[in-house]
């Protein structure tokens, strides 16, 4: 590629570049979700826990592992898009970028605050470990400090101002434009928190179409990290809670649970094969080992974000598609009056734990409807991805950004 086409690049493509770039720095925090997702899991209850094995102390050491993980999640996702998206990025970015998602999340939760509504309980140190927006302030955070570290890394100031100047002003200048947006957030955030309590409400009563919505929203909402808010009416108060009454003998329930299993267990997986098998030949193997660990994780503990945040920013459409396929799983599976349901997630151990309750009904037949809807995501993702040539993980141009760099630096 000749400088001229870099240049063009730099001017009609520069949101590309920046679009790939961001799409690489999503790589290094999600490789740390599959170990999360397993850890999390097998350190349930009903695996080595009193349920289990009875290994209560076994249990609690390898969950409050994988729990640790999940719980600072967002804040992982914030050093590693920092570090991954700012160009020669050092130590200081990831500084900044902590220093701005602290900061972040402090001031969306004095003007919104959720420490005490449904869904979120104090951690140790008295802060909600389920954040305001979750991992989306994360990625927010992550990106203003990689940009202002790209900006101000250099910055002089005068003699008195020395010592903060260069990539000391960084976390500074990062903090304070994290107040601001902490304030937007926050104004927005009680908006969003009602809208979905309305919304939960709304769709209890009608099992097929009600399911559908829920299950698209569901999936729509993980990307702000508000679906909990939608899960927590549903599962656990409305009615008795969906997820309760599986539990306590209800027939009848799991409305707002069946459907996860073929989308968990079958589609993600086959997305996950989709997204490796379309990876560009010398990033096979790096993209291959992640979407594996990925894609069985999926299946075997029905913990998802290890595939999804691999294409949701990056190739949302199909993301629109997942939602939207969800809320369809939801509905075609209450519409055949098939139920099941999870303590933890929609994944083999729950589906292979639960089956045999007396509240679980055809359960069997969940099996070949994931098998049709893991066809139906493997061929939209492959053809889509191809024919759109999205950048999903081993699809980056990096000859395009190289040759912006070596255009900028001439």
């Known amino acids: 590629m000749s400088s001229t086409t870099a240049e063009g690049a730099k001017k009609s493509g520069g949101g590309l570049a920046g679009l790939q770039r961001f799409g690489r720095s999503l790589m290094l925090p999600i490789a740390t979700l599959p170990a999360a997702g397993l850890l999390n899991r097998f350190g349930q209850d009903d695996l080595l826990g009193k349920d289990g094995l009875g290994w209560d102390k076994v249990a609690a050491v390898i969950g409050s592992a994988g729990n640790a993980l999940f719980d600072w999640l967002p804040l992982l996702f914030a050093i590693g898009i920092a570090v991954g998206f700012a160009r020669k990025g050092d130590g200081s970015t990831a500084v900044a970028a902590a220093v701005g998602w602290v900061v972040f999340n402090r001031v969306i939760q004095a003007i919104a605050p959720i420490s005490s509504q449904a869904g979120y309980k104090p951690s140790w140190d008295g802060s909600p470990l389920h954040w305001p927006y979750s991992v989306l302030t994360g990625i927010v955070s992550g990106i203003v400090a990689a940009l202002l570290w790209q900006r101000y890394h250099r910055i002089k100031l005068p003699a008195w101002l020395a010592f903060f100047g260069g990539r000391r002003f960084v976390p500074i200048i990062t903090a304070f434009a994290m107040i601001i947006l902490g304030v937007l957030f926050g104004l927005v955030f009680k908006y969003v928190d009602a809208g979905i309590q309305n919304l939960g409400e709304a769709i209890v009563g009608a099992p097929v179409v009600g399911g559908g919505i829920y299950g698209f929203f569901n999936r729509l909402l993980i990307p702000v990290g508000l ?184």
Not at 297 to 307: A, C, D, H, L, R
Not at 336 to 342: M, P, V
């Open 227 to 410: 679906h909990q808010l939608l899960n927590v009416p549903v599962w656990f108060i409305f009615n008795g809670g969906d997820l309760t009454n599986f539990f306590n003998h209800v027939q009848g329930s799991g409305t707002f649970m069946t459907g996860f299993f073929p989308i968990f267990m079958f589609a993600l997986p086959a997305a996950a094969l989709a997204i490796w098998q379309t990876a560009r030949p010398a990033q096979k193997k790096i993209v291959g080992g992640v979407m594996i660990a990925a894609a069985l994780t999926s299946f075997i503990t029905g913990v998802t974000e290890p595939i999804e945040f691999s294409f949701m920013f990056v190739a949302w459409p199909l993301y629109i598609f997942h939602a939207i396929m969800t809320g369809v799983s939801l509905a075609v599976v209450n519409a055949l009056d098939i139920h099941l349901g999870f303590s933890f997630s929609g994944g083999a151990i729950d589906f292979l734990l639960n089956s045999s309750l007396d509240t679980a009904h055809k359960a069997w037949l969940l099996i070949p409807i994931g098998l049709v809807f893991g066809v139906i995501y493997y061929f939209v993702f492959r053809i889509v991805i191809t024919k759109w040539n999205l950048r999903t993980p081993g699809r980056e141009d990096d000859s395009i950004e190289a040759d912006l760099d070596r255009t900028a630096a001439k």
